[in-house]
């Protein structure tokens, strides 16, 4: 089976949460990891907690909603990087708010970094990916499927479904594969920054809801950007992978 052995890896919101899980699992599977983040404790703490792996991570501070930013840091990692083999746009805001109270600067904080933020990283990082690189970007089962006050969050991960097969056909002359990933209900409360990082309070309920009898760990959208950036997907290039469970695909009647 693939092995990302010293493939160089970027991972967008990469201190935190899915894109915690995603950073550590790649580095213990021998990939050189960049994980980006714009909270500086939570790169450190990462670098900290994985002492082990600290030489196969170059953490670099990045806001991905700032064009200078995204801008700065890929130039910062060309100068120490020859290329980017795995790109995961994994970095993501939610503002739960009614519609009439959310304000036009929060719907464009969350569009920026969820959404546009896709289309920065990839557009600065191809200069430095090769034939065969590989590109996953991190959408969410709310682009399918909504619960109250979530406009903005579900737009931005509607669209980053649609820009994920847009790419893949325009990358596809380059050689470089692009593919989402949906998650569904993720319990990230334990793959915080130490500083925050809490036990889940998951029920019993809260588990039998998903035909696969649990809710989702971080781990599990690792495992699989691990097997759509491999050679054993190399056919598979513009889709959007439901990873939830079940949850989406169960229908619910009121008793």
Same mark, same amino acid.
């Given at each position: ?77 060309? $100068?120490?990087?020859?290329?980017? &083999? +795995? ?8 503002? /739960?708010?009614?519609? =009439? ?96 990082? $809490?036990?889940?309070?998951?029920? &019993? +309920? ?8 649990? /809710?989702?760990?971080? =781990? ?10 491999s050679e054993e997907a190399s056919f598979i290039t513009g889709v959007n992978l439901v990873v939830d469970g079940g949850m989406t695909v169960k229908m619910i009647y009121a008793e």
């Amino acid at each position: 089976m693939f092995s990302p052995t010293n493939k160089k890896v970027v991972v967008t919101g990469g201190a935190q949460g899915i894109g915690r899980a995603i950073s550590k699992i790649f580095a213990e599977q021998g990939a050189l990891v960049s994980p980006w983040d714009i909270d500086q404790e939570a790169l450190e703490d990462l670098q900290d907690e994985y002492s082990g792996l600290a030489s196969r991570f170059l953490p670099l501070p990045c806001d991905v909603a700032s064009e200078t930013e995204v801008r700065e840091s890929a130039t910062h990692l060309a $100068k120490v990087w020859n290329r980017v &083999d +795995i790109l995961i746009n994994n970095a993501g805001i939610n503002i /739960v708010k009614p519609l =009439e109270e959310l304000s036009t600067e929060e719907w464009n904080r969350v569009i920026a970094t969820n959404l546009q933020s896709v289309y920065l990283v990839t557009r600065y990082l191809l200069p430095l990916m090769p034939r065969g690189a590989s590109i996953i970007n991190i959408a969410s089962t709310r682009a399918l499927m909504s619960e109250p006050n979530t406009e903005a969050y579900s737009a931005s991960k509607g669209g980053i479904l649609a820009l994920t097969h847009a790419m893949a056909i325009s990358l596809a002359p380059r050689g470089i594969r692009v593919n989402a990933i949906s998650p569904g209900w993720i319990e990230t409360s334990n793959w915080k920054k130490r500083s925050i990082r $809490k036990e889940p309070l998951l029920r &019993d +309920i809260d588990h039998l809801q998903h035909p696969a009898g649990r /809710v989702g760990k971080p =781990e599990d959208i690792a495992y699989a950007c691990l097997f759509l950036s491999s050679e054993e997907a190399s056919f598979i290039t513009g889709v959007n992978l439901v990873v939830d469970g079940g949850m989406t695909v169960k229908m619910i009647y009121a008793e």
